[in-house]
T-cell receptor
Framework: KAGVTQTPRYLIKTRGQQVTLSCSPI?????VSWYQQTPGQGLQFLFE???????NKGNFPGRFSGRQFSNSRSEMNVSTLELGDSALYLC????????????FGAGTRLSVL | DQQVKQNSPSLSVQEGRISILNCDYT??????FLWYKKYPAEGPTFLIS?????DKNEDGRFTVFLNKSAKHLSLHIVPSQPGDSAVYFC????????????FGSGTRLLVRP
């Protein structure tokens, strides 16, 4: 069974640009969550989607947004990039809407210059 | 306000000995706890979890202990192997955070041959 797949693995952008990251969950998983990992703040929750609905959102500015498609694939968008957005962005999926175990992808490393 | 704390940034143990990683939490609404292992440039890998209705859960060489009154959990690895060298994160969920994981800052474990 394939794991969580995130694309691209690496991205380099400049300040002010926008970026879209993609996540394909484990087959059959319907919940997708996004996290940001930075050296200073650690792993922080961005948002979670289940059946195309956002159920939870972390404390991030509105420049961070996401969506989930009917096949459970998810995308995350960051607009007007800032230097501080440089981070590893991790996607995780879980089997049902109530499952607490989340399985992570390898992440997308975003560098903002 | 850090709700999940891993106070030891690093730990070094001899191969074959026990590794004990500790984690404290402050939110009494947390009712599910997980441990993840992370290698550089990879996403976190789920190791083991425990519900608040239990005080111990075992899976092979890994055992997690939960002390609810002290709001403390620990991960024991016995025997430790060099391949266990990685960063270990504890995470918690529950209450209004049921669908998101709150992570500690991680402990880097080095198992010396």
């Amino acid at each position: 069974k394939a794991g969580v797949t995130q694309t691209p693995r690496y991205l380099i952008k400049t300040r002010g640009q926008q970026v879209t990251l993609s996540c394909s969950p484990i087959s059959g998983h319907r919940s997708v969550s996004w996290y940001q990992q930075t050296p200073g703040q650690g792993l922080q929750f961005l948002f979670e989607y289940f059946s195309e609905t956002q159920r939870n959102k972390g404390n991030f500015p509105g420049r961070f947004s996401g969506r989930q498609f009917s096949n459970s694939r998810s995308e995350m968008n960051v607009s007007t990039l800032e230097l501080g957005d440089s981070a590893l962005y991790l996607c995780a999926s879980s089997f049902t809407g109530t499952s607490r175990i989340q399985y992570f992808g390898a992440g997308t490393r975003l560098s903002v210059l | 306000d850090q709700q999940v704390k891993q106070n030891s940034p690093s730990l070094s143990v001899q191969e074959g000995r026990i590794s004990i990683l500790n984690c404290d939490y402050t939110n009494s609404m947390f009712d599910y706890f997980l441990w993840y292992k992370k290698y550089p440039a990879e996403g976190p890998t789920f190791l083991i979890s425990i519900s608040s209705i239990k005080d111990k859960n075992e899976d092979g060489r890994f055992t997690v202990f939960l002390n609810k009154s002290a709001k403390h959990l620990s991960l024991h690895i016995v025997p430790s192997q060099p391949g266990d060298s990685a960063v270990y994160f504890c995470a918690a969920s529950g209450g209004d955070s049921s669908y998101k994981l709150i992570f500690g800052s991680g402990t880097r474990l080095l198992v010396r041959p």
